[in-house]
Nanobody
Framework: VQLQACGGGLVQAGGSLRLSCAAS????MAWFRQDPGKEREFVAS????????YYADSAKGRFTISRDSAKNTVYLQMNSLKPEDTAVYHC?????????????????WGQGTQVTVSS
């Protein structure tokens, strides 16, 4: 299984971006982000069926995680972006049904995609 994330870029505060992560198979999926010198931060996750989602407080109301099983792709729609959302965003998959915020319980990781939000 390989994960490949894309969709990052430079956007002004208040703008939107949609990240994509191609992942074959039925796994719980999550997005994390990390700035240099900071700990990896949970953003959002969803069950393999897509029926259950979980968001960090910083993402609630602004970000939406979803999946298109036909395309084997998980998305992170990010609206009302803020400069503090600037980070490298990673998608991750859990071989178990775990959809929590502990990055150590995710087994597979894609390369990151840079999101930069200018003020």
């Amino acid at each position: 299984v390989q994960l490949q994330a894309c969709g990052g870029g430079l956007v002004q505060a208040g703008g939107s971006l949609r990240l994509s992560c191609a992942a074959s198979g039925h796994y719980s999926m999550a997005w994390f982000r990390q700035d240099p010198g900071k700990e990896r931060e949970f953003v959002a996750s969803l069950s393999w069926s897509g029926g259950t989602t979980y968001y960090a407080d910083s993402a609630k109301g602004r970000f939406t995680i979803s999946r298109d099983s036909a395309k084997n792709t998980v998305y992170l729609q990010m609206n009302s972006l803020k400069p503090e959302d600037t980070a490298v965003y990673h998608c991750a998959a859990a071989l178990s049904s775990y959809i929590g915020s502990d990055y150590r319980k995710y087994d597979l990781w894609g390369q990151g995609t840079q999101v930069t939000v200018s003020s």
